[in-house]
């Protein structure tokens, strides 16, 4: 058996092939849909995003200490000697102190070898994370080695995603009136970033096409700085041309960086951000 057990929350999008091999636990989120609270990861993604525009009151929840108590110790009970959780970036949520609260709840001895780490990273951003760290977890390492590999990750974390308006935002408490009220009157698609823990706005073209070149340029500086870069993309329309275009513009540009497509993105988000647009996630370092 490995020797650190790691839990993310229901949020974090991660390889089906790397969470059985790596025996991952998701603590869910809660959604509530017209005053009824759903577990995340009990509600049909697809099923969701159809009815979405017909829900007219949506209310994301994190998970409660129990059920994080209850996550960590079933790890420890299973015979792992350490367990790392990775929460929701703390920047976007009360999910990460929750954590930090059920810490305290454990037993002295598993209190010490339970560590919570502050990721500054979310939703589709952990599946570059976790590809990145594949070669080490081969290994079995440490808790050691691999805390400091996801200290050295942290910092270079991105999340973008280009999303049809700034309404779901900005009910869900995430952005500020000013910038939906600007995204709104312009009537364009806007370029949302995810990073050092804080949502912002960092583009609103006209031309979608200018936001593709902002997301290539962000990757380039990258590619300029760091020896190891991992890409994670996501959309909610295979056929849309410039998800296409940003795919093959890495493949052709740089053809070293690693790429991995997700499939689905959890209904916490999907309360959020809505169900149109992509989104593009870059995890680096050297």
């Not at 993309?233 to 998800?243: A, G, R, S």
Request: net charge negative; hydrophobic share 40%.
């Amino acid at each position: 058996m490995r020797k650190t057990a790691l839990i993310f929350d229901s949020t974090a999008i991660i390889d089906e092939e790397i969470v059985k091999k790596y025996d991952i636990t998701f603590v869910s989120m809660n959604v509530a849909i017209d005053g009824v609270n759903h577990r995340a990861l009990d509600i049909d993604d697809e099923e969701f995003r159809k009815q979405f525009h017909n829900l007219k009151n949506l209310k994301s929840g994190s998970p409660s200490i129990l059920d994080f108590e209850e996550a960590i110790n079933a790890k420890f009970d299973e015979g792992y000697k350490e367990v790392i959780v990775l929460p929701l970036a703390s920047g976007l949520s009360a999910t990460f102190n929750i954590a930090v609260m059920a810490r305290e709840g454990l037993s002295p001895e598993r209190k010490a070898a339970t560590y919570i780490h502050e990721s500054n990273n979310a939703s589709i951003g952990m599946d570059p994370l976790m590809h990145s760290l594949v070669e080490l977890l081969d290994t079995d390492p440490t808790v050691d080695e691999l805390l400091a590999a996801l200290e050295a990750r942290a910092p270079q974390n991105r999340v973008l995603f280009e999303i049809d308006n700034l309404r779901h935002l900005f009910r869900g408490g995430r952005l500020n009136p000013l910038k939906y009220i600007i995204g709104t009157a312009l009537k364009i698609k806007p370029l949302v970033e995810f990073k050092d823990g804080e949502l912002k706005v960092i583009a609103q073209n006209r031309s979608r096409r200018k936001t593709m070149d902002v997301i290539l340029g962000k990757i380039d500086d990258f590619v300029q700085n760091f020896k190891n870069v991992y890409v994670g993309l996501f959309t909610y329309d295979k056929e849309d041309n410039i998800f296409k275009a940003i795919h093959d513009i890495i493949k052709e540009r740089w053809p070293h960086i690693r790429i991995n497509f997700s499939k689905k993105i959890c209904p916490v988000f999907t309360t959020h951000v809505g169900v149109d647009g992509y989104s593009v996630a870059v995890v680096s370092y050297n």
